[in-house]
């Protein structure tokens, strides 16, 4: 075990049917012994500006005319600019840039830069285009542990040779306050109130409180929770600002050591859904929670979490291979933040034993009305 290892944090709802599914059934009787817990604290959204108003289509979902068509694939719109917390701003701050490969000729991941509130170090955003990829979520032999899993690290070829961006996932198991499930199976049972990562059959992918914004189906395919929810309404929970030490215990300022006071200003991650069901990652050098919540909310966010937090954890990269159906690998991927100390050959080293997802081209066929 590492230094950093030592430290805590480093590491949809049908009725009741006699049909379901065996793991289904399995899966809601875990949740049902779990005790309820109060809604995180929601606080009134104000009118979005242009710059961060998301543009869903009718019943929120966007239509084709909106995002264009795609090799068949109906495209969300493309991100609009992002305002910056203070001015002056660093040149090209909030102005998205596309990365990793493209989608039957079509940008599926934008990403930026923004210094938050109160901040002088920028962080990362990254945008995913959820009609363009399909998401998988990976299992790690420490995290959740409990294996063996038919997806876990390395990315396989096959799967490789569609790959678009990958990025870390949650706590341990011991500090996520939530369940795990995946592979048609209860790892950790799923409690009600947590994060929640929700990925549906077909890559599918949402975040919400688990029992209320999402729930337990027979088109679930994994949950991941972690912790409460960061982002509700389009605004920061309460939670997120009423106190750095319930997000999970961080590194002190230039060592993990377990006997080094952590600080409040440490390596965070999270991610988001916006309105029009757009995915949106953020990760930082020197973020308290409130500050990872206000980058997840400026990029359109409506729902949100926490992910994984201090140096070792927080990674998103993308794959650009030169061939259309070329194998995404180390020698062409990016690191949407440079000094991250996990990059894009992470996933495709066999001791990785950390949960992540991966976000991959989706096939025509897979798209989901």
């Not at 990365?99 to 938050?116: D, E, F, I, K």
């Not at 997806?151 to 961006?165: E, F, I, K, M, N």
């Not at 291979?321 to 996990?342: C, H």
């Amino acid at each position: 075990m590492t230094t950093a290892d030592a430290r805590p944090g480093r590491g949809t709802r049908a009725g009741a049917r006699l049909s379901l599914l065996i793991g289904t059934i399995a899966v809601l009787a875990a949740c049902g012994g779990q005790q309820a817990l109060p809604a995180a604290p929601r606080l009134t959204a104000p009118a979005a500006s242009p710059a961060t108003a998301a543009r869903p289509g009718p019943h929120g979902t966007p239509g084709a005319a909106a995002g264009g068509i795609a090799g068949g694939l109906a495209a969300l719109p493309a991100p609009a600019a992002l305002a910056p917390f203070s001015l002056p701003a660093p040149a090209g701050q909030g102005h998205w840039k596309p990365a990793g490969r493209r989608v039957n000729g079509r940008a599926a991941v934008y990403v930026t830069a923004l210094v938050p509130p109160g901040g002088k170090q920028p962080a990362g955003v990254a945008w995913m285009d959820t009609r363009l990829l399909s998401a998988r979520l990976y299992s790690g032999s420490r995290s959740p542990g409990r294996g063996p899993y038919r997806y876990t690290a390395p990315v396989r070829p096959a799967q490789a040779a569609a790959l678009v961006a990958v990025f870390n996932g949650g706590f341990m198991m011991k500090d996520a306050r939530g369940g795990y499930y995946t592979e048609h199976r209860v790892v950790y049972p799923l409690r009600r109130g947590a994060a929640s990562l929700v990925i549906g059959a077909g890559g599918s992918v949402t975040v919400g409180a688990w029992g209320s914004d999402v729930s337990m189906t027979p088109a679930v395919v994994s949950v991941r929770q972690n912790l409460m929810p960061l982002v509700a309404g389009g605004r920061p929970t309460a939670a997120a600002g009423s106190g750095w030490r319930a997000w999970g215990s961080t590194c002190g300022a230039a060592s993990c050591a377990a006997d080094v006071p952590g600080i409040e200003h440490q390596w965070r991650s999270g991610l988001g859904v916006t309105a029009d069901g757009g995915l949106v990652y953020a990760a930082g050098p020197a973020l308290d929670p409130l500050q990872l919540a206000w980058l997840l909310a400026r990029a359109g966010v409506v729902r949100g979490m926490q992910l994984d937090i201090n140096p070792n954890w927080p990674v998103f990269a993308t794959y650009q291979p030169a061939a259309a159906r070329g194998l995404g690998a180390p020698s062409n991927g990016r690191r949407l933040i440079p000094a991250t100390v996990q990059g894009p050959a992470t996933f495709f080293e066999p001791s990785w034993a950390r949960d992540f997802v991966t976000m991959s081209a989706r096939l025509p066929r897979q798209a989901e009305g």
